[in-house]
C-alpha cells in the first residue's frame, strides 16, 4: 500500500543584489511607513530568506534606499499632477474642506468658497 506524500524541499538559489533589491521593493517597501532613518538591522526578517554577509546586507541596503527614494519621487509626481491647475486646486480644497473636516463658524470653509480660500493663499503665501 502507498499513500502520497508531498515533500517540499528549500535550497538557496544565486540571486543578484539587483533581484534582492526588487524582492524588498515588491515585498517590503511601503510608501507609508519609509523613513530614510532606516537601518539595515530594521529588516532582519527580510534577511533571513538570503544567505549574506553583514558587508552584503549593508551594500545591497544602500542599493534599496536609492531604489526607495526613485519610488517616492514617483509618488510625489503623481501627488503634483493632482494639482496641476486652479481647477484641480480647487476641487482638491473643497474636497479637503468637505470631506476631511466639519467646519464651524470661525474655521476656515465655513463661510469662505474654495476660490475665495486660493485667493487668499496666494495673495498672503509670501508674507
Not at 502507498?2 to 521593493?25: C, G, L, P, R
Not at 533571513?48 to 509626481?77: G, H, P, Q, S, W
Not at 480644497?93 to 476631511?100: A, L
Request: proline share 1%.
Amino acid at each position: 500500500m502507498k499513500k502520497k506524500e508531498i515533500i517540499t524541499t528549500s535550497e538557496y538559489v544565486n540571486v543578484s543584489d539587483a533581484d534582492i533589491v526588487q524582492d524588498f521593493m515588491e515585498n517590503e517597501f511601503n510608501v507609508d511607513e519609509w523613513d530614510c532613518e532606516h537601518d539595515v538591522n530594521d529588516y532582519d526578517f527580510f534577511w533571513e530568506d538570503f544567505e549574506l554577509t553583514d558587508e552584503d546586507k549593508e551594500r545591497i541596503f544602500e542599493l534599496i534606499k536609492v531604489e526607495a527614494k526613485k519610488e517616492i519621487e514617483n509618488y510625489k509626481e503623481q501627488e503634483k499632477q493632482l494639482l496641476k491647475d486652479r481647477k484641480a486646486i480647487l476641487d482638491f480644497i473643497y474636497n479637503y474642506i468637505h470631506e476631511y473636516s466639519y467646519p464651524e463658524c470661525g474655521d476656515i470653509g465655513y463661510l469662505l468658497s474654495s476660490e475665495e480660500i486660493l485667493d487668499l493663499i496666494l495673495e498672503n503665501g509670501r508674507k
